[in-house]
């Protein structure tokens, strides 16, 4: 049987590797990179396969995820050289639009792009799919089922993709919670508390939206009872440029997608 194969065994491999086994995903996988160390404990940690000779490698792949850093995917596109089969390729280099990979590698290999999250660890990962068009019906099944397994899927416009992927990062959350945590610890809370504090306030908001049928506005009007203590600490904050600092580092995010573009 023909494998998944990711090339590339870095971060979000070992992400998605872990939650293709919790979710006991039953293809065989096949891990390829230069770094002998990164298959060792890809191989340990998670009972993949693993080959170190790229052209073995693409070999024995049905869908192959091409999983190594946007200013690497050129390299390793000409070191594969040329396919002459059938095969679906699915990019995670972000930034990088279906034409610049079309433009590498033509039929018979059909592109899709995919942004997966490093929570799909845990199965509660979120991952965009973008396909090019004539993408075999039967073989978008197959990409999205793939990442269906370690969370949802939301199929966009690859003209989007850029900025999904500055939005959706699990960055933000972990960057809001340090900084809340951080804030609290300096009003005098441990920081054991601090931080039970800050993930109530992040995590469980977030899941109380989610899982509810109130809007988001109605759900922040309730929280924020005009001259309470939160409404005055959400005012403060929006004076600061809390809500234009998010845009602007959404925005920076959108421009260094575009230069991993300009780059490939």
Known sequence: MKATVFLGGGRITGALLAGLRLAKYDRPILVHDHHPEKLRRLKKLYGVATERNLHRAVEQAKLL??????????????EIGEVNRPISAVSLAAGVPLFKLRARFGPPVRWARAMPSPVCRS??????????????????????????????????????????????????????????????????????????????????????WRDGDISLGALLDEAA???????????????????????????????MARRNAQRT
């Open 65 to 78: 995820i091409i999983a190594v850093r946007p200013a690497s995917v050129g390299d390793l596109l000409r």
């Open 123 to 208: 199965g509660c990962g979120l991952t965009a799919l973008t396909f090019d068009p004539g993408f075999p019906p039967a073989a978008r099944r197959e990409v999205a089922n793939l990442f269906a397994k370690v969370g949802p899927v939301l199929e966009i416009p690859d003209r989007k993709f850029d900025a999904f992927t500055a939005a959706y990062s699990c960055s933000h959350g972990y960057h809001a919670l340090a900084a809340l945590v951080g804030a609290a610890h300096r009003l005098g809370l441990d920081r054991k508390t601090a931080l039970e504090a800050a993930a109530h306030a992040l995590g469980d908001a977030i899941i109380a």
């Open 225 to 255: 009872t005009p001259g309470g203590i939160a409404a005055a600490v959400m005012g403060s904050m929006d004076r600061a440029g809390y809500r234009k600092a998010v845009q602007r580092g959404l925005a920076t995010g959108l421009k």
